[in-house]
Antibody, heavy 129, light 112 residues
């Protein structure tokens, strides 16, 4: 049973860099037929997609965050990482990582997809001085 | 970006009755490969979201058959037959047909 566990600092000062990690256990981060995603939820609000990352390191990120966002994957540690620069109060949210069952991308006809089938519990981040 | 509009915003249902949630997309979610890339997720109170339906109408593993998804193109519906107390929470539709992935604003289901 694959499990995802997000971890992070909890509190970040404005203008600083937010760094989060998602650790994958109970299965291989390089298992064929899966890729990974980050999603956040502002307090009392809906869900916002942050980006996809594949085990090859290829990423597709939300253009609204693109200039500030870096995501990466370390297959040797079974970890995903997220870095968000120049944070403001608007980045206060619960951050989730999730596994996407599928492969390819929406940019090609070959796009087997079976949904975001495993989610972490989320990690809360507050941006405040 | 694709905008997903859910209705109603909230609904209260008597246990045993059915409920329907609509999700309308600003653009067609029908991919050139013939699939509709529309998911439904439920976020129960205090929990992470979990997958109910993918590709518009396919139930995820372990999801009771009381949950069904339908629709194509721009109009989709999640139907819950015989609502139970454990079904309370916020339901989200999500499109994966285009980058960026986007979510509906959510529909809160309560039990009467």
């Amino acid at each position: 049973q694959v499990q995802l566990l997000e971890s992070g600092p909890g509190l970040v000062k404005p203008s600083q860099t937010l760094s989060l990690t998602c650790t994958v256990s109970g299965g291989s981060i390089r298992a064929g037929g899966y890729f990974w995603t980050w999603i956040r939820q502002h307090p009392g609000k809906g869900l916002e997609w942050i980006g996809y990352i594949y085990d090859s390191g290829v990423t597709f990120n939300n253009p609204s965050l693109k200039s500030r966002l870096t995501t990466s994957i370390d297959t040797s540690k079974s970890q995903l990482s997220l870095q968000l620069n120049s944070v403001t109060a608007a980045d206060t949210a619960v951050y989730f990582c999730a596994r996407v069952k599928g492969s390819g991308s929406s940019y090609s006809d070959y796009y087997p997809y079976y949904g975001m089938d495993v989610w972490g519990q989320g990690t809360a981040v507050i941006v405040s001085s | 970006d694709v905008v997903l509009t859910q209705s109603p915003v909230s609904l209260a249902v008597t246990p045993g009755e059915s409920a329907s949630i609509s999700c309308r997309s600003s653009q067609s979610l029908l991919h050139s490969n013939g699939n509709n890339y529309l998911d439904w997720y439920l976020q129960k109170p205090g929990q992470s979201p979990h997958l109910l339906i993918y590709l518009g109408s396919t139930r995820a593993s372990g999801v009771p058959d009381r949950f069904s998804g339908s629709g194509s193109g721009t109009d989709f519906t999640l139907k819950i037959s015989r609502v139970e107390a454990e079904d309370v929470g916020v339901y989200y539709c999500m499109q994966a047909q285009q980058i960026p992935v986007t979510f509906g604003q959510g529909t809160r289901l309560e039990i009467k």
